[in-house]
């Protein structure tokens, strides 16, 4: 099992900057794959960025250039450090890993929003 737990969501204005951060607890060494996805209102939840093992990373192009995903592997934690931030960044967005073996686990979710 592992447990996530994120923080760092709150309220930006337009232009602002906020870094999410996401601890792995549990069965950390199993852990291959960490990222960020999120949701708004009505949407898709949706992949944000996603980072390996080996800190190979890829973002959607919605934020490229404005976010960065960064992990320790030493803590078992992953970052998003976000730039700035639009009001169509306004989301929950949900810590997720993906095991050795497959297996997805999601955090429960930090808001997210931005005030034009």
């Known amino acids: 099992q592992v447990q996530l737990v994120e923080s760092g969501g709150g309220l930006v204005q337009a232009g602002g900057s906020l870094r999410l951060s996401c601890a792995a607890s549990?069965?950390?060494?199993?852990?291959?794959?960490m990222g960020w996805y999120r949701q708004a209102p009505g949407n898709q939840r949706e992949l944000v960025a996603a980072?390996?093992?080996?800190?190979?990373?890829n973002s959607a192009d919605s934020v490229k250039g404005r976010f960065t995903i960064s992990r320790d592997n030493a803590k078992n934690t992953v970052y998003l450090q976000m730039n700035s931030l639009k009001p169509e960044d306004t989301a929950v967005y949900y810590c997720?890993?993906?095991?050795?073996?497959?297996?997805?686990?999601w955090g429960q979710g930090t808001q997210v929003t931005v005030s034009s």
């Open positions: 997720w890993v993906v095991t050795n073996w497959g297996k997805a686990y």
């Open positions: 549990g069965i950390t060494s199993s852990i291959n794959l």
């Open positions: 980072i390996t093992r080996s800190s190979v990373a």
